[in-house]
C-alpha cells in the first residue's frame, strides 16, 4: 500500500528519461571498458533469447548508443509522455509502458527470424514502447494537432496511420533486403500493443 501511495506521487516519464539516459552513458564506458557485456545484454535478437538472455526484452528498451537516438526518442517521448501519463496515472502509465517495450522487443525478435530471415539481427531503444505512447495518445485525443515534419498541423490520428503506414512499408522493404537499419517490427509491435491496451481499456470500463 505505501509503494503504491509512492508510485501515485512520481513523475515516471521522468524516471523512465533518466534510465535511458544512465544507460547511455553505460554504453560509452562499456564500449572502452566491456563492450561484450553491454552487447549481450542491452541488445535483443532472436538468437539472444534462445540462448536465456530473456532479461534483453527490457534492457534494450532502455537502451541507446548514439547521441542522435536518444535524443529523439526521448524528446518525443517527453513530449507525449507526460499527457498520457496524466491521463492513465503513475501506475497504469508504468504498467503500459513496460508492457509495450516489451511486447515490441518480442516483435523484432519474431520479425527477424521468420520474416526478415536473421535471428541475430539485433536492437536497441525505446521507440518501440514509444509507439505504444504515441498510437494511445492518438486514440485518445485523435483531433489534438501535430506538426508534420515540424510544419504541417495534421490531427493526430491521422498522424499515427500515417507513422505506422510507414513502418509497414519499411517492414516489407526490409523482408526483400532493401530499407534503412530502422526495428520496423519493434515500432509496429508497440504501435499494436498500443491498439489492444487502448480498446481492451474502453471495454473494461463498462
Excluded at 17 to 44: D, S
Excluded at 51 to 74: A, D, K, P, Q
Excluded at 125 to 130: K, T
Aim: proline share 2%; net charge positive.
Amino acid at each position: 500500500m505505501i509503494l503504491y501511495k509512492e508510485l501515485v506521487n512520481i513523475n515516471v516519464v521522468s524516471i523512465i528519461i533518466k534510465i535511458n539516459v544512465a544507460v547511455f552513458f553505460l554504453w560509452i564506458v562499456g564500449a572502452f571498458t566491456n563492450p561484450e557485456f553491454m552487447m549481450k545484454n542491452f541488445l535483443v535478437s532472436w538468437k539472444g533469447l534462445t540462448e536465456g538472455r530473456i532479461w534483453t526484452l527490457v534492457t534494450s528498451v532502455f537502451s541507446h548508443n548514439m547521441l542522435f537516438h536518444i535524443f529523439i526518442n526521448m524528446y518525443v517521448f517527453y513530449g507525449f509522455g507526460f499527457v498520457l501519463e496524466n491521463a492513465l496515472g503513475a501506475k497504469r502509465f508504468l504498467l503500459f509502458y513496460l508492457g509495450a517495450g516489451i511486447f515490441a522487443s518480442l516483435c523484432h525478435a519474431l520479425v527477424s527470424v521468420f520474416w526478415i530471415g536473421d535471428g541475430s539481427l539485433q536492437a536497441l531503444g525505446a521507440s518501440g514502447a514509444i509507439s505504444g505512447v504515441i498510437l494511445v495518445y492518438s486514440l485518445m485525443f485523435p483531433n489534438e494537432k501535430l506538426f508534420l515534419f515540424g510544419i504541417l498541423p495534421i490531427p493526430a490520428l491521422m498522424a499515427s496511420i500515417l507513422v505506422v503506414g510507414l513502418d509497414i512499408w519499411g517492414l516489407i522493404q526490409q523482408t526483400k533486403g532493401g530499407s534503412l537499419p530502422i526495428g520496423h517490427g519493434a515500432h509496429l509491435g508497440g504501435a499494436l500493443y498500443g491498439l489492444i491496451y487502448h480498446f481492451s481499456s474502453i471495454y473494461a470500463k463498462r
